[in-house]
Nanobody
Framework: QVQLVESGGGLVQPGGSLRLSCAAS????????MGWYRQAPGKQRELVAT???????NSVDSVKGRFTISRDSAKSTVYLQMNRLKPEDTAVYYC??????????WGQGTQVTVSS
């Protein structure tokens, strides 16, 4: 049983910053990739950023230069530093962990609202 616990969401004004955290209850050596997805009301879930066990980072074009994904291997924790937030970033953000062997786990979601 693998569980993901997310934190760090909230309400900010455009141009503000938030940092999301996601801790996985599994050893880092069981993890292939960690990342973040988001879903706005009425929209499909989309990939935001991922980081592999080797440190390779991928992200959607709309967040490049503004969001940074990082990992603390000792804590099996992934972070998403979000800077210069825009109203279109408003969504529920979900942590995702892909385990070695192909299975996936999802966090409970944390709300990010960017509004003036």
């Amino acid at each position: 049983q693998v569980q993901l616990v997310e934190s760090g969401g909230g309400l900010v004004q455009p141009g503000g910053s938030l940092r999301l955290s996601c801790a996985a209850s599994v050893n880092i050596f069981s993890i292939s990739t960690m990342g973040w997805y988001r879903q706005a009301p009425g929209k499909q879930r989309e990939l935001v950023a991922t980081i592999t066990s080797g440190g390779r980072i991928n992200s959607v074009d709309s967040v490049k230069g503004r969001f940074t994904i990082s990992r603390d291997s000792a804590k099996s924790t992934v972070y998403l530093q979000m800077n210069r937030l825009k109203p279109e970033d408003t969504a529920v953000y979900y942590c995702n962990v892909n385990l070695i062997g192909g299975s996936a786990r999802w966090g409970q979601g944390t709300q990010v609202t960017v509004s003036s």
